[in-house]
């Protein structure tokens, strides 16, 4: 990921941040990437509310088989 998805900030200025991230992560792993992906971008819409997004985001994801 690039920093523009842990440094997204809601209308009080607040980080989603690293930890938010590992919690996203650790409850949606066993999805597939691409609902993943489409699932981590709508919580980063809910978070930010109506603030402009702060920076581009890139999400890449790779599974282990």
Do not use: A, H, P
């Not at 992560?25 to 603030?51: C, H, P, W």
């Amino acid at each position: 990921y690039t920093d523009g998805i842990i440094e997204e900030r809601n209308k009080k200025k607040k980080f989603y941040g690293r930890e938010k991230l590992e919690e996203f992560m650790k409850k949606n792993y066993n999805k597939d990437l691409d609902e993943i992906v489409s699932t981590l971008y709508n919580e980063l819409d809910e978070f930010r509310g109506s603030s402009e997004q702060y920076d581009d985001s890139t999400i890449i994801l790779i599974r282990k088989i």
